[in-house]
């Protein structure tokens, strides 16, 4: 059969069982399109194709409801699914290269008689291990194109802006001339080569003249800072606009619009029970607000990304980029987690959150300032 491949053949090139093909063929997560002659399975190249893709995700140590999500993306074509796996490919090999640098070091001190403690032992390659690679959060934290494209629609005309709590730089729009600041050393070694020009500094003390820029911007960031009503108005001192991307917990009952904080989370609340109200922030800087919805396929890996893709909260990785879990502790972490695991194989989530399949978006409380 002219441009396909046996299941036999295709096991061989693949290093995987027939029995596996079978499997896949069975689950409808890889079906070859045709049959030969005799009525064997028969690949065709774009079944290959993404045979290929499922192998590699499962090679990385993604579950098999994890794969189907990922691979039945109909917004993702080969080259997406090529980067993806390239960012995975490359964060595995950065923390390999960290974990290989703590125990050199540690070969090292042992070498020279010095006493390593296990707090020691423990803190190397535990939290400083984050700081050393910091692949999580560059892994999952992208800029998503339809809340971006939002986003520059309200800087308008402005030529120069500032992002505030910049990060590792998503959001910064291309076409304009753009300084960041992030307290964050962490952060902002992260930023890739190319980026704009960033400067040490928190949100709360801008090291600039009043009216330096023609926007100052913030990103999903107001919640990390100090005071931010402070920052906020700081923003709008260095500045003659300003847009904000944040949260609202004005609405009544608001930890019930998600149900990852209505029924895993409820500790949410309590993380931002000292945020300001929306109004608040918004009449500090005189502001209005407009609802911000998240694509179901968002690809900035914020809290609320995975609304209509609940396993994704199940993987370490993707948990690692959102600081509510670590605000949360890990206890209630490894009770959320294991909570919607249950639900999830039980059935009980999909019984209980079946509205949410046929959304393409939701309002789940981010708003955008703009003043």
Known sequence: MEDHWTVGHVAGLAGVSVR??????????????????????????????????VLAYRRLG????????????????????????RGLLLERRDRADAMVAAID?????????????????????????????????????????RIAAQIWDALGDART????????GS??????????????????SQRPAGSAPCVAAAAESLPFEDRSFDVAMAVSTVHHWGDP??????????????????????????QDRFWLTRDYLPEFAAVLAEFPPLAGMAGAIDARAEPVPIPWDCADGLFEAYWRRPGAYLEDRVRRAMSVWTKVGPEVERRAVRSLGEDLDSGRWAERNGDVAGLDAADLGLRLLIA
């Open 20 to 53: 596996t093909l079978h499997h896949y063929d069975e689950i409808g997560l890889v079906r070859p399109s045709a049959r030969t002659s005799a009525g064997y399975r028969a690949y065709s190249a774009g079944d290959v194709e993404r045979l290929r893709e």
């Open 229 to 254: 009503i402070a920052g906020l108005r700081e923003m709008r001192r260095v500045a003659r606009r300003v847009v904000v991307l944040t949260f609202d917990t004005d609405e009544p009952g608001w």
């Open 105 to 145: 070091r540690e070969l090292e001190a042992r070498a020279k008689g010095l006493n390593v403690t296990p707090a020691e032992q423990l803190e190397v390659l535990g939290a400083r291990l984050y700081d050393e690679i910091g692949g999580a959060y560059t892994a999952t934290r992208r800029t998503e194109p």
């Open 161 to 168: 802006v500032l992002n505030v709590g910049a990060g590792t």
């Open 171 to 188: 959001y910064e729009p291309a076409d304009r001339e753009v300084t960041a600041a992030e307290p964050s050393a962490v952060m902002r």
């Open 62 to 85: 993604f579950g098999l409801r994890e794969v189907a999500e990922l691979v039945g993306d109909p917004s993702t074509d080969a080259v997406a699914h090529l980067r993806r796996l």
